[in-house]
């Protein structure tokens, strides 16, 4: 019997987990404290693991690109100070003296979703979600790809829609056109009142305005996907985050993806997520199970 230990760290929370005999049990959350620096962000996040005994590997998802050779942090922004370049795995392993497998958020969602989710069983998908920015991670013959570039995986949030708007790096990617910060930007200039993902959802269907500023953005998310469809040329995209739950947005990205999409690429699928914001979670227990199969 298999038994490991689960964290996934966020911005703005740390979550915690066993999985066990196919079972994700959800522990403790605790804030992340992120600006106390991430050598203190590590540290309490090895201390709410060690709460939890009889651990044979640990699966770590987290914010930041992570090099997938040795776990260790390739890049992360401010949101995170200190945290380029450190060493998560080896910080775990010699603390615990177990495997452990550390995933970038993105590519532990799609990993969660490959294993027992809206992709299950599919060798070759796409699994982008829509938040406050825009992570993707992506699967080639039935594993993750991270390519071969100096950058450590894929970066869909930084993708070029816009490049008349190019004033800095971020001013014309699709993160500023398509992730749910840009569609309540757009929402508050039609109607200050929105304050949240949920007033706008609770007011679009109501107010014409709001309808064409959804209309606005989910092609953006169309288009959007339409590039990533003739550059990977796969059969399936696995839409996630919060606002795709909400049967009008996934319906109107539907529309639009479909409205721009090439003529040849037409019998591509869009499926929802299914694991919501335990993603990570079973993306990380994959990724440790896949450690522990190679003997790591």
């Not at 003296?97 to 809206?118: K, L, Q, R, S, T």
Request: net charge negative; with cysteine.
């Amino acid at each position: 019997m298999v038994r490991i230990g689960l964290l996934d760290i966020g911005g703005t929370s740390i979550k915690s987990g066993i999985f066990e005999n196919n079972i994700l049990t959800a522990g403790e959350t605790i804030p992340t404290c992120a600006k106390d620096g991430a050598q203190q962000v590590l540290l309490r996040a090895i201390a709410l693991l060690h709460l939890t005994e009889n651990l044979d590997a640990i699966g770590i998802s987290t914010c930041g690109q992570v090099n997938p050779a040795d776990g260790s942090i390739a890049y992360a922004n401010e949101n995170m100070p200190g945290y380029t370049g450190m060493p998560v795995r080896k910080m775990f392993e010699d603390s615990f003296h177990i495997p452990c497998a550390v995933i970038n958020d993105a590519y532990a969602a799609a990993a969660g979703e490959h294993a027992c989710g809206a992709a299950q069983g599919a060798a070759d998908f796409l699994c982008i979600t829509y938040g406050t920015g825009i992570g993707a991670g992506i699967w080639l013959n039935g594993a993750p790809y991270y390519g071969a570039g100096p950058n450590a995986g894929i970066m869909a949030g930084g993708m070029i829609v816009h490049a008349e708007k190019k004033s800095d790096p971020w001013a014309g990617s699709y993160e500023k056109a398509a992730s749910t910060t840009a569609l309540l930007q757009r929402a508050k200039a039609a109607d200050p009142s929105i304050t949240d993902g949920r007033s706008f959802m609770e007011k679009v269907q109501k107010e014409p305005e709001l309808m064409d500023v959804l209309t606005a953005w989910t092609d953006e998310i169309g288009i959007g996907l339409c590039s990533f469809a003739a550059v990977y040329n796969i059969p399936l995209f696995v839409l996630g985050g919060g606002i795709m739950e909400q049967p009008l947005v996934f319906q109107k990205t539907e529309e639009a993806f479909q409205k721009h999409l090439i003529p040849g690429f037409h019998g591509i699928a869009l499926k929802k997520a299914r694991l919501g914001n335990q993603a990570g979670l079973y993306g990380a227990a994959a990724a440790a199970e896949t450690l522990l199969k190679k003997g790591l």
